[in-house]
């Protein structure tokens, strides 16, 4: 599978889902006229029932529930599935983007090398002013939907507004047994690609195993396939600690061989509620 890919801009999405009824019944006054248990938030009567001056939707115990927003949750869907640019690069050795200014359809410098990358943005400004993430582990999870037919040519990184790159799965090489992620289409004309099925894979702090290091199963036509589920991470969780929460989080995928390839569905990314500065408040621009 090949495809050049251009890199095509999605709609957001804040992810929403109702978790449970819209007012929680039950014993208790407050001046609403609307009982709830031991002053537990209710999340529609305009009265900060819990007294931690936020009210309905604001208050991160109204997370997911009626009409509130999963609060801290946003997905970037692709209007599209989306080839990634497949192999595109060149040997030049880096150690930085700013290294590979020279090409500017090389723009990505990913495993020392120079290359094009499928690059998507989601720009924050629901965290209060100059946080940064002391406690990692309220980062819950990264994810991408996505299908390729050849897990070891890919690099998946998360670059933080803070400067940082964040490894999420390390390029192996460009040899090596084929693992597929989804159901990928490997038989399609390398210039005109179609799109398989793709599978969630997520990172998060507590994943026991690496994408490489998790048993596989057998997917259509006999193919090698990794399961959808949580991964641990190349780089350690604790590096998130002290980034800019407030800013540009960006989500790389590299295809590193012209061999195989794949589309990206969408990527998201979830931090703990009690990050948000306002649940009901716009969290990204």
Avoid at 117 to 128: A, D, E, K, M, R
Wanted: glycine fraction near 12%; hydrophobic fraction near 35%.
């Amino acid at each position: 599978m090949r495809a050049l890919g251009s890199l095509i801009a999605g709609g957001l999405i804040l992810l929403g889902a109702a978790c449970g009824p819209a007012s929680r019944p039950g014993a208790g006054d407050d001046t609403s006229g609307v009982d709830a248990p031991n002053g537990a938030e209710v999340c529609t009567d305009a009265v900060d029932n819990d007294g931690d001056n936020r009210v309905d939707c604001s208050d991160t115990d109204c997370s997911g529930i009626g009409d509130c927003p999963v609060c801290g949750s946003v997905e970037q869907p692709e209007a599209q599935p989306l080839a990634l640019p497949d192999g595109i690069g060149q040997s030049t050795t880096c150690s930085t983007d700013a290294q590979c200014s020279g090409d500017p359809t090389l723009p990505n410098c990913v495993a020392k090398e120079c290359h094009a990358s499928y690059v998507s943005t989601l720009n924050f400004v629901g965290f209060p002013a100059n946080a940064t993430l002391l406690d990692p582990s309220k980062l819950l999870a990264v994810c991408v939907n996505m299908e390729h037919s050849y897990l070891r040519d890919l690099q998946i990184e998360l670059l933080t507004p803070s400067g940082g790159v964040f490894v999420l799965h390390k390029f192996v090489d460009r040899s090596g047994g084929e693992i597929h992620l989804g159901q990928a289409n490997d038989s399609d004309d390398a210039g005109t690609p179609v799109a398989g099925m793709g599978a969630e894979y997520c990172w998060t702090a507590s994943a026991p195993q690496s994408m490489l290091e998790a048993p596989t199963m057998m997917g259509p036509g006999f193919s090698e396939q990794l399961p959808a589920g949580n991964y641990k991470p190349i780089a350690p969780w604790a590096g998130f600690a002290g980034t800019t929460l407030n800013g540009v989080w960006k989500m790389r995928v590299t295809d590193l061989w012209p061999a195989d390839n794949g589309f990206m569905f969408k990527w998201s990314i979830k931090f703990d509620p009690t990050l948000i500065a306002d649940c009901a408040g716009p969290i990204i621009l």
